[in-house]
Each structure stands twice: as structure tokens, then as C-alpha cells.
């Protein structure tokens, strides 16, 4: 048997989900799509029943690609539970109709019953069921109330009483049951709805938005450095070391075999970074380093997430991310970005189109640096003066700004305007926090740590057999004549693919100056995200486009690294001039541009 | 300025209106009025952010936001200049 959960989009469906089913929980993507659906089993009195949790949709006549799957779903069910807003009949009400039109065995869980009490909304819930003709259970699910009365209904589910109806006469229907069942007294603004709006006004909003994201950085690097510190690295040293101690020594201490599995030995002893052993390095990396800050972001994002302020940050930024053609969603993947490149390269899946996707990924893995780059930058840079490190965020985001536009202006299609509901700020439920964490790290670790396996393999058997040195040989006149960086700074920037911080790292002893620094961060910077995402990032897009990705890099890497060292050796301020005249003459273009849109 | 026609663009922040008619094409209405922006509503715009960002309205108890280009093509009719919100 199967249950259905269907309704519209932030009526606390997955807390609903939670409370019904167990601890195994298993997320997939309807076949052929991008849309993640989660399912789970409910034990009913002995039997274990399927429950799937539908993505959300307002209606059945699909506007979007995850009302599509909602619908191809339903008739998979044998019983559809409608999960409905008790604060918001009007809307929720349309898709309970559409349901009953299509004959399901339907049950309604009127959930959020205890909000709909403190905003004075009363529902005269036995004359809903009797107008509905299916039955009718209220319930707060992240308190856990009624869920055990919804459980013990399950088995009245029927298919109700309306019978078919155009779009207008079911809104009118929909209006002439809520003025029968439905009385509201009047109240004033809470705390919390004052600050909902205070979350969306233009001046509020920005000093809140970059509030609410500073505490949550700061958040996340003391959940990511605790980890670290108390749990990833006590393990790999006390536990694992000694382990791998022993196997350096059986296998010699040198050789192909010992450098593949564990890698140089640096002064005699492994080390978990610089070894490059895909035992030593190759586990570390994934385990030690980058795990502890995914646990810690994916926290943090599903806090917000379920408290309601995701979508009002994606408003915020909805005007700055159209003008790359981008929309206001896609400023989730850029901030994620900020903190590790490999969670924003998964999340950058769940944006609409093709055409977003690409230009998401483009600007995200070139433009964006992680932290534990920006953490380099000011350790490399920061001592020669802010100015240097200014320098070199400036320049990447006005990398970030012209490739957006440029991209926009020459990738056919368009972005649609953004559309999204905003829910009430609530405080999420631990039990569903707990589910989705579950979900994404094992996300991770199915989707990501292979992939990171084996690319330290790769360039792994790329440094041994020598090829990147020759590369390096290679590149060493370009560099100079480009960057006006010593040949050494090359081998640097190759081993940047595999751990950007690593690569900066290097660079540190070849004794450069501060302009020579802030070329070679730049182009590091620019040039290549770590050879995780680029791995994540080419299953998402494929060969073909992440081969354009590439070019775009190199190119832009070869433009960004040739201005910086335009910018400090040669022109000056010149250089930044002509940069802004550029950019100013690229926004110009854009600007005219929406005008003649517009009164086309 | 009493039962002008404007955009919801157009409309200031705190406005009380009914919304007269949806400008656009097919998927556009259709879009709109799964979140219950249909002509005859009564919304109360909340905000409109800067860079031709987005317009936020009341709508049914809750709020929506809509794209720049959506928000020019739902006209409006202005009930009360200062509402007092929901």
C-alpha cells in the first residue's frame, strides 16, 4: 500500500512526513528529472506502508516541473493525504478540490491548526467534512499533535462529493466553503509578523539579510572548527596514523605503490595535506576537511530554510541576480559558495533551467572563492596591507559581474521572472532538521567523496609521472610574459586544481612580492574551482558544457591574471579606469537594452 | 488618485488595491493565480525592492513576491492609500 502526502508548497508537509514515518527515509529524483522527492514507511497496525512525500504543488494543472512530477505521481497512491494550510483556506482549498474531482480516496490533514488559533482564524471543522465529503483531521504536526488521530482515519478516506468544474466555478466554490466554515477575528501584528515585513523592505531588509548571513558564517565556522578540532582531527591522528604508519613502513617508506597509496613523505612523516597518498591525502581531504563544514552548512541552511528565510533573502537579491539572468534563488549556491564550492555545485541542481544552471555554475566556480581560499588570501596577502586583499575581491567580483552580464546577453533564452510565496517565519521542528541533514550528508557522501577519491588519484598519477612539471616547464614563458610570475609559481598553480588553499600554500616559500602575490591569487582565484566540484559540476552539466565552462575559465583566468598585472606593475589606476569605464559601458548596454524590451 | 488603474509596480508601499486584470500570456495567468493573484483579489502591496527587484504583496493572508516583469503586468485599481496591512 502507498500513502500520498500532496499539498501546497510551506504547509509543513515533510513535518508531517517526519511524524509519520521511521528513521529510514531515502530521497530520489523522479526518473528523468531533477525533482527530489523523499519517501518513508509508516507501520499501520502491523503492516509497513509506503509514504511519499509529493513535491509540493498549488495545483493540478502543472505551472512548473515539480507540479508535473506531482501529478504523474498521483495515481501511485492508494490513499492521498491533503495536507492543507488551516491560516490560508482560500488557496489551499483549490488543489483539495482538484483532488476530489479526480475520485482519490482522500483524507485532509488541516495542519498548522494551533497558527490558525493565534491569528483568530476559527474553522468549523465537522462542516468542512461534511462539505468536502472526505474527512477532515486538524492538527499541529510539530507539536505531533493529531497525527495519531490521522493515522487512525486513514481507513475513511474516500473520494468526496464535487463533481467536475471549471477553474472559475471551483474558485467559487472555494470562496462560498470558506465564508461557511471560516470566521476570523481581528488582531494586530505580532513581533515576529513585524519583522517578517521588515525582512522584505529595501533598507531593512539589506542591514537584516547581512545580519542574518554574518551570524550565520560565524555559526557555521565554530560548528565546523569544533568538529574539526574536538572529533575529525583527534580521530585521524590518535586512530588512523599509526595505522598508516605501519603500512609507510611495509611498504618501504618509497616506491610507485607506497606514493600512490600514502604518498611523500614530508621530513620523514605523512603528511594528511601535502602527502597526496590516496590513503593519506585522498581520505583527509574529504573526511577531515571538508565533511565538518558540510555537516555545519547543511545545519545552518536547513535552519533557515525551515524558518522561512530563504525565500526573502532570494527577494532580496532577485533584481542583482536578473541582470546576470539568474533569479533570486540562485543566490543560495553563490553564498554556499563562499563557504565550501562542493555543497554550492550540489545545490545548484535544484535551479529551474538549463540555461541558469549553466551560467550559475560558470560564475559560482569562477568568481566565488571558498573559504578556506579567502582564509589564504588574507594569511598570503594580508600582511603586505588591506589594500592587496581589497584588490583582489574587487577584481573577482567584477570578474563575477561581467561574466554574468556577458553571459546573459549571449546565452539564448531568458530567465522567468521570480514567483514564490513567502510563509510566516516559524521555528522548525528538530525532528525534521534532523531528517533533512540526514539526507544531504549522505548526499554527500554517495555524490561527492567518490568523486574527490578520485580526482586526488588523478592528479595523484599526474604528479608522479611527472607530467605537471613538464606542464609547468611548459607554461613557465606564458606566465611570465602574462602574469610576470617566476616559473616555480607555475607548478603552484597546476596543483591548484586539486586544493586551492594547498596551492597558495606553495606559494609562500618562492619569496614574491606583495604584486606578485596578489596576480598569483588572483588567477588561483579565477582559474579553477578544486577538482571536486569540477567534478560534481561536470556530471550536472555534462562534457560538452563543462567544456565551455572551461574555456570561459581559462580565458577569463588569462584576462583577470593579465589586468592584475596590468593593474600593479605597469598602468596603476589606469588599468582601473579602464576596467570601470568597461563594466559601466557593459551595464549601459543592459540598461538600454531592458528599455527597448520593454516598450517592445 | 482615488480608483486609478496602475501596476503593481507602480503602486507605493502601504497601498490597498483590487486587482482589475492580468497582462500577459496564458502561462503567466496561470502562474499567478495558483497563488491566488486573480482579478476581483484585494492585495496590499508590502514593498518593492530596489535594481527592479521584486514587489511583495498581501494576498489572502499571506505574502508573495513577484518578479519585476510579472508585477508590471498585474493592474490594479488603489483602495486606500495607507492601509493598515493584513
Known sequence: ?600 | MNNAQLTLSELKNGTHGRIIKIGGGQQAVKRLSALGIVPGKEIVKVSGLPLHGPVIVDVDRTQVALGFGLAKKVFVEVLDENSAGR
Open chain 1, 1 to 600: 500500500m502507498k500513502i500520498l502526502l500532496v499539498g501546497n508548497p510551506n504547509v509543513g508537509k515533510s513535518v508531517v512526513f517526519s511524524q509519520l514515518t521511521g528513521t529510514r527515509v531515502i530521497s530520489s529524483n523522479y526518473p528523468g528529472t531533477t525533482v527530489e522527492y523523499t519517501r518513508g514507511y509508516l507501520n499501520l497496525n502491523g503492516d509497513r506502508v509506503e509514504v511519499i512525500d509529493v513535491p509540493g504543488s498549488y495545483t493540478l494543472e502543472p505551472t512548473c516541473k515539480a507540479e508535473e512530477v506531482a501529478v504523474a505521481m498521483l495515481p501511485h497512491g492508494d490513499i492521498v493525504i491533503n495536507v492543507v494550510d488551516a491560516t490560508n483556506l482560500e488557496r489551499n482549498l483549490y488543489l483539495t478540490l482538484e483532488l476530489i474531482a479526480r475520485q482519490v480516496p482522500l483524507i485532509v490533514a488541516l495542519n498548522l491548526w494551533d497558527e490558525a488559533q493565534h491569528k483568530g482564524i476559527v474553522i468549523d471543522v465537522p462542516k468542512l467534512e461534511t462539505l468536502l465529503g472526505v474527512p477532515v483531521v486538524p492538527m499541529a504536526a510539530i507539536r505531533g499533535e493529531g497525527i495519531k488521530q490521522l493515522v487512525a482515519r486513514l481507513p475513511e478516506a474516500r473520494s468526496g462529493t464535487v463533481t467536475w468544474q471549471t477553474t472559475d466555478e471551483r474558485y467559487a466554490t472555494v470562496g462560498r466553503i470558506v465564508r461557511q466554515v471560516q470566521r476570523v477575528t481581528h488582531r494586530h501584528h505580532t513581533l515576529l509578523e513585524q519583522l517578517e515585513d521588515l525582512s522584505v523592505m529595501p533598507l531593512t531588509g539589506f542591514i537584516l539579510g547581512g545580519l542574518v548571513l554574518f551570524c550565520a558564517f560565524k555559526i557555521i565556522r565554530f560548528i565546523g572548527e569544533g568538529l574539526i578540532g574536538f572529533l575529525c582531527e583527534p580521530l585521524f591522528e590518535n586512530w588512523y596514523r599509526p595505522f598508516l604508519q605501519k603500512l609507510s613502513v611495509a611498504l618501504g617508506g618509497t616506491g610507485p605503490l607506497h606514493d600512490l597509496l600514502i604518498g611523500q613523505l614530508i621530513n620523514g612523516q605523512i603528511d594528511f595535506v601535502q602527502s597526496l597518498g590516496i590513503l593519506s591525502t585522498g581520505l583527509y581531504v574529504p573526511l577531515a576537511m571538508v565533511f565538518p563544514y558540510i555537516v555545519a552548512f547543511y545545519l545552518v541552511l536547513g535552519f533557515l530554510e525551515d524558518f522561512g528565510y530563504l525565500p526573502r533573502l532570494a527577494v532580496l537579491f532577485d533584481g542583482l541576480m536578473h541582470r546576470v539572468g539568474l533569479h533570486g534563488y540562485a543566490i543560495i549556491p553563490m553564498i554556499l559558495g563562499l563557504g565550501c564550492n562542493v555543497p554550492a555545485a550540489l545545490s545548484i541542481r535544484n535551479l529551474e533551467s538549463h540555461r541558469q544552471k549553466f551560467i550559475a555554475s560558470t560564475l559560482m566556480a569562477i568568481a566565488v572563492p571558498c573559504f578556506s581560499q579567502t582564509a589564504m588570501i588574507f594569511a598570503l596577502v594580508g600582511p603586505h596591507g588591506g589594500l592587496y586583499v581589497g584588490q583582489i575581491f574587487l577584481t573577482l567580483f567584477c570578474v563575477w559581474l561581467t561574466l554574468g552580464l556577458l553571459l546573459n546577453r549571449q546565452l539564448a533564452g531568458y530567465t522567468p521572472s521570480l514567483l514564490v510565496e513567502i510563509p510566516p517565519y516559524r521555528l522548525p521542528g528538530v525532528k525534521v532538521l534532523a531528517k533533512k541533514l540526514y539526507l544531504r550528508i549522505s548526499h554527500f557522501f554517495k555524490e561527492a567523496i567518490p568523486f574527490i577519491l578520485l580526482g586526488i588519484l588523478v592528479v595523484n598519477l599526474a604528479y608522479l609521472s611527472g607530467f605537471i612539471h613538464l606542464l609547468a616547464r611548459a607554461c613557465e614563458p606564458l606566465f611570465a610574459f602574462f602574469f610576470g610570475l617566476p616559473g616555480d609559481a607555475a607548478i603552484a598553480l597546476l596543483l591548484g586544481f586539486l586544493r586551492k588553499d594547498v596551492a597558495l600554500g606553495i606559494l609562500a616559500p618562492l619569496n614574491l612580492t606583495p604584486e606578485q602575490l596578489v596576480v598569483a591569487s588572483t588567477v588561483l582565484a579565477v582559474y579553477f574551482p578544486c577538482l571536486a566540484t569540477f567534478l560534481i559540476l561536470l556530471r550536472e552539466l555534462g562534457w560538452q558544457d563543462m567544456l565551455k565552462v572551461t574555456g570561459i575559465m581559462l580565458v577569463t583566468a588569462l584576462a583577470a591574471g593579465t589586468f592584475a598585472n596590468l593593474a600593479l606593475n605597469r598602468l596603476g589606476l589606469l588599468a582601473w579606469i579602464g576596467a570601470g569605464i568597461l563594466l559601466s559601458l557593459l551595464i549601459l548596454l543592459e540598461v538600454t537594452h531592458r528599455k527597448k524590451e520593454a516598450s517592445a
